[in-house]
């Protein structure tokens, strides 16, 4: 595929390396949004404003001259109806962890590209199956620190890849980019 040449609007590593796998050129545009959730909003509303806004404010925050598509993305861990955001300390992942051990969640990933002409948005949404964790299980993985900067407190291509029974769904939606809705994305801006 010949993707556009676009930026990047976060600082994931994890995106930068999903970009990379699938070929596309990109630099990185850092920006940092409001991710506080509206009173009422779901999960699924929420995550697509979110990738939505950073895309959005890196495209405003562009010098004009240059008209690259941005993209921006966001991912949410989400329990029910109660969204997982990132831990804020260990005591915030471990209760992360207790609720998410033994159940099946939802992984929500919005992808969304804005250009001066097209704002688009694909959402994928995944499910991860954890088995029943232990408390010794938890207090290992706390010490590890993988999931600090993680939505639901883990990461799915680290550590915590043995705490997974089952996925059922997008294993790059999980880790923060689903390659083929962004893959459709991209080539409906080179009108393919």
């Given at each position: 595929?010949?993707?556009?040449?676009?930026?990047?609007?976060?600082?994931?590593?994890?995106?930068?390396?999903?970009l990379t796998q699938i070929g596309v050129e990109?630099?990185?545009?850092?920006?940092?949004?409001?991710?506080?959730?509206?009173?009422?909003?779901?999960?699924?509303d929420y995550v697509q404003r979110v990738a939505?806004?950073?895309?959005?404010?890196?495209?405003?925050?562009?010098?004009?001259?240059?008209?690259?598509?941005?993209?921006?993305?966001?991912?949410?861990?989400?329990?029910?109806?109660?969204?997982?955001?990132?831990?804020?300390?260990?005591?915030?992942?471990?209760?992360?962890?207790?609720?998410?051990?033994?159940?099946?969640?939802?992984?929500?990933?919005?992808?969304?590209?804005v250009t001066g002409s097209q704002v688009l948005?694909?959402?994928?949404?995944?499910?991860?199956?954890?088995?029943?964790?232990?408390?010794?299980?938890?207090?290992?993985?706390?010490?590890?620190?993988?999931?600090?900067?993680?939505?639901?407190?883990?990461?799915?291509?680290?550590?915590?890849?043995?705490?997974?029974?089952?996925?059922?769904?997008?294993?790059?939606?999980?880790?923060?980019?689903?390659?083929?809705?962004?893959?459709?994305?991209?080539?409906?801006?080179?009108?393919?």
């Open positions: 595929m010949n993707f556009p040449k676009i930026y990047l609007a976060s600082k994931s590593p994890r995106r930068r390396e999903l990109f630099s990185v545009l850092s920006v940092e949004v409001d991710e506080s959730r509206l009173p009422d909003e779901r999960p699924v939505l806004a950073k895309a959005q404010l890196a495209w405003e925050n562009l010098n004009r001259k240059d008209q690259l598509p941005v993209l921006g993305s966001d991912t949410s861990v989400v329990l029910g109806d109660v969204i997982l955001g990132k831990p804020k300390n260990n005591d915030d992942a471990r209760n992360m962890l207790q609720q998410l051990s033994g159940r099946p969640h939802s992984v929500m990933t919005a992808v969304a590209v948005c694909e959402l994928n949404t995944s499910e991860v199956s954890f088995v029943k964790l232990t408390d010794a299980d938890i207090e290992w993985y706390l010490s590890t620190k993988e999931g600090v900067d993680k939505a639901g407190g883990y990461a799915v291509q680290g550590l915590a890849a043995i705490f997974i029974e089952q996925i059922k769904g997008s294993y790059s939606g999980i880790m923060g980019l689903p390659v083929r809705e962004t893959a459709l994305l991209l080539n409906k801006l080179s009108g393919r």
